[in-house]
């Protein structure tokens, strides 16, 4: 019963992944399309004025980011996505016919998991440094009299559609920080049960070396009657 419970409640932390991972690869996704494959994270760059004689001003990119970086991000958010609905299939069926895994299905497990957590825990930290000093550039550091999500109701004349950055990093961030919390449940789940296999086949294996003592020693008892006997 208790085995079941542990089976359950990954399912659940699976679907968690599964959802969260969508989340974060919906707005991840729209962005990419908005900038035109431009990648915002990391990107740096200055408000100028467009000439001598008047005072307006435009937000001039140095340098974009690495397209790396959302690639990463969305490639680990769509595995994130991915392996979770797999999982969760496979323990829904497991739960369902009332089989286990065994004890290298289940360290398997535990390594995918961990792995997953590591990644996704990567993929939040460098979208969340990176959009930050996007927005430290587009509001230099605060100065500018508009915060990050104000400037994007405002046309900073790049040629792409900046109207939703933030609202799409604020929910990509959100999903990523979510699914790596549901990939840390799943990897600490993984490893109980892992240990619970262990402590099964250790039990197993001590019983049949009892029940070889045990005919050992009957074995032994019979030879000493037939001795005594003769």
């Known amino acids: 019963m208790a085995l079941d419970h542990l089976i359950f409640a990954q399912c659940i932390l699976y679907f968690l992944a599964f959802v969260f991972g969508f989340i974060a690869v919906v707005p991840l996704s729209e962005n990419t399309e908005d900038f035109s494959g431009k990648c915002l994270l990391f ?15 435009r937000f001039i990119v140095e340098e974009w980011g690495p397209e790396s970086c959302c690639s990463f991000t969305t490639f680990i958010g769509i ?4 392996l979770s609905a797999l ?15 065994s004890f290298f299905n289940a360290f398997l497990n535990l390594m995918i998991s961990s792995l997953m957590m590591f990644t996704v825990f990567l993929s939040s930290t460098i979208v969340s440094v990176g959009f930050n000093l996007w927005c430290d550039a587009i509001t230099e550091s605060g100065t500018m009299p508009s915060s990050c999500e104000d400037l994007q109701d405002t046309d900073l004349e790049l040629g792409l559609d900046n109207s939703a950055f933030y609202d799409q990093f604020a929910i990509a961030q959100f999903g990523l920080w979510a699914a790596w919390l549901s990939w840390l449940g799943i990897s600490v789940l993984a490893f109980l049960k892992v240990y619970h296999n262990y402590r099964q086949e250790d039990m197993l294996d001590s019983l049949i070396h009892e029940k070889e003592l045990l005919l050992g020693r009957s074995s032994h008892r019979d030879s000493d009657l037939s001795t005594g006997m003769i």
């Open 43 to 57: 990107t740096r760059g200055m408000w100028q004025n467009e000439n001598i004689t008047v005072s307006k001003q």
């Open 79 to 82: 595995a994130s996505l991915i």
């Open 87 to 101: 999982q969760a299939w496979r323990l829904l069926f497991f739960l369902c016919k009332g089989h286990d895994d």
